[in-house]
């Protein structure tokens, strides 16, 4: 099982700012297959990146995703008030089981 | 608009069964593979179960491995959580999440959950 390792648990930071968020594997992620997803409370999981670094349909360009290997980013350029949630990150490999990081919280 | 829309969450007791229900609309249900995720109160995201398109392929997690069973009905567009042996650690709520992915070969791909419904809780109390 690849277990995803997210840091910062907890990112204070203002509107305007920017965000960089980790997510490292255990184990090498194959063809980057890594998603990153957004929560806001009492709401489902959007998600935000695929293949480690294509936005999913609708998500504006301040969210960015990079890396490969066991070593992934999601960045986010200048923080909206929107943006403050919980951001997930998931292997996607071949097999299952299919896993996600604890999650990072970006507060304001 | 792609709709996934949760029901049959509820009270369950330990060692009991529940079965919750997915109704998909907006897209062709039959080419997708599906899959449920839970989410403990306060705590993160776990994937639970992953059905292919036409049902060749069915997995799970391994805690919820062999009480659980994944189903699918591609003609009422609809997929089924049937939970038995219910646990207290099952307490959570359960989101259907659709899958661009597809499986062959055993192997599965593209397994990232592009649309989620809004989840039913269940809780497992005595």
């Known amino acids: 099982e690849i277990v995803l390792t997210q840091s910062p648990g907890t990112l204070s930071l203002s509107p305007g700012e920017r965000a960089t968020l980790s997510c490292r594997a255990s184990?090498?992620?194959?063809?980057?297959?890594l998603a990153w997803y957004q929560q806001k409370p009492g709401q489902a999981p959007r998600l935000l990146i695929y293949?480690?670094?294509s936005r999913a349909t609708g998500i504006p360009d301040r969210f960015s995703g990079s890396g490969s290997g066991t070593d992934f980013t999601l960045t986010i350029s200048r923080l909206e008030p929107e943006d403050f949630a919980v951001y997930y990150c998931?292997?996607?490999?071949?097999?299952?089981?299919?896993?996600f990081g604890q999650g990072t919280k970006v507060e304001i | 608009e792609v709709q996934v829309v949760e029901s049959g969450g509820g009270l369950g007791k330990p060692g009991g069964s529940l079965r919750l229900s997915c109704a998909a609309s907006?897209?062709?249900?039959?080419?997708?593979?599906m899959n449920w995720v839970r989410q403990a109160p306060g705590k993160g995201l776990e994937w639970v179960s992953s059905?292919?398109?036409?049902?060749?392929?069915?997995y799970y997690a391994d805690s919820v491995k062999g009480r659980f069973t994944i189903s699918r009905d591609n003609a009422r567009n609809s997929l089924y959580l049937q939970m038995n042996r219910l646990r207290d650690e099952d307490t959570a709520v359960y989101y259907c999440?659709?899958?661009?992915?597809?499986?062959?070969?055993?192997?599965?791909?593209?397994?990232?959950?592009?649309?989620w419904g809004q989840g039913t809780l269940v809780t497992v109390s005595s």
């Open positions: 999440a659709k899958t661009l992915g597809y499986c062959s070969g055993g192997s599965c791909y593209e397994n990232y959950f592009d649309y």
């Open positions: 907006g897209f062709t249900f039959s080419s997708y593979s």
């Open positions: 059905i292919s398109s036409g049902s060749t392929y069915i």
């Open positions: 184990q090498s992620v194959s063809s980057s297959y």
């Open positions: 293949g480690a670094s």
């Open positions: 998931q292997q996607y490999d071949t097999s299952p089981p299919w896993t």
